[in-house]
């Protein structure tokens, strides 16, 4: 099965803290589509990043930062100086790219941040 | 990015009955599906929903209990049928013409 983990279910940080949220994938395509998505506590999914596995360059867009390294099979997101707004459940997903390119989700990590 | 109108956006029903959720999308989309996800999980497709034919469900879902339409490509609905407690849960849609794929807000049912 062409999974992806996400180990850590619940994160408590401080405010300011520094986290980083894990994802692990299977896969056996030479090209595919990693995506994180945030889904805060009123459960809509926020679109974070999309990346593809020809680009191995890390990310940064404001106070985030993904680290995606295919040796490892990780695609792991890091939040700088959390916030209280930080506070979701937070999943990474792949696209299957065979039949309709449906998108696998992990279990979701929910990042608690505290005042 | 597609934007996707979902409604309704929660409901309170009876057991034994059934609700149709709909999906419009502001733009035509290649494909659409249709996600579950129960309290304190992940989402899990339920099926996708091909235009101009019957939607393709994912194992552990049929259609005599999630019929699904796609009348044309900005367009579907998924109706949770004969509805138990267990069906309690947000469904969300989702779309895409290719590497971006859009979320509906979701449904959220509550099966009493």
């Keep these: 099965a062409q999974k992806v983990t996400q180990a850590q279910t619940e ?13 692990v994938y299977e896969t056996r ?8 998505y945030k889904q805060p506590p009123s459960g809509e999914l926020v679109f974070l990043i999309r990346r593809n596995s020809f680009d191995e360059q890390n990310e940064i867009s404001g106070r985030y930062s993904w680290n995606f390294q ?3 099979s990780s695609f792991n997101f890091t939040i700088t100086a959390s916030q209280v707004v930080d506070s979701a459940v937070y999943f ?3 696209r299957v790219d065979t039949g309709f390119q449906k998108l696998v989700f992990g279990t979701g990590t929910r990042l608690l941040v505290s005042p | 990015s597609a934007v996707i109108s979902q409604k309704p956006s929660r409901d309170i029903c009876q057991r034994g009955t059934s609700l149709t959720i709909q999906c419009q999308v502001d733009s035509q989309v290649t494909m659409m599906f249709w996600y579950r996800q ?3 999980q992940s989402l899990t497709l339920i099926a996708t929903a091909n235009q101009g034919s019957e939607a393709t469900y994912e194992s552990g879902f049929v259609i005599d209990k999630f019929p699904i339409s ?10 949770v049928s004969n509805m138990s407690p267990e069906d309690s849960s947000i469904y969300l849609c989702s779309a895409t013409s290719g590497v971006d794929y859009t979320f509906g807000s979701g449904t959220r ?3 009493v």
């Design chain 1, 11 to 23: 994160i408590s940080v401080v405010e300011k803290e520094d986290v980083t949220l894990d994802c």
């Design chain 1, 29 to 36: 395509d030479t090209t595919y589509y990693l995506f994180w």
């Design chain 1, 70 to 72: 295919k040796s490892t």
């Design chain 1, 92 to 94: 990474c997903a792949r």
């Design chain 2, 38 to 40: 129960q309290p304190g």
């Design chain 2, 70 to 79: 796609r009348p044309n490509l900005t367009f579907s609905t998924l109706t």
């Design chain 2, 109 to 111: 049912l509550t099966v």
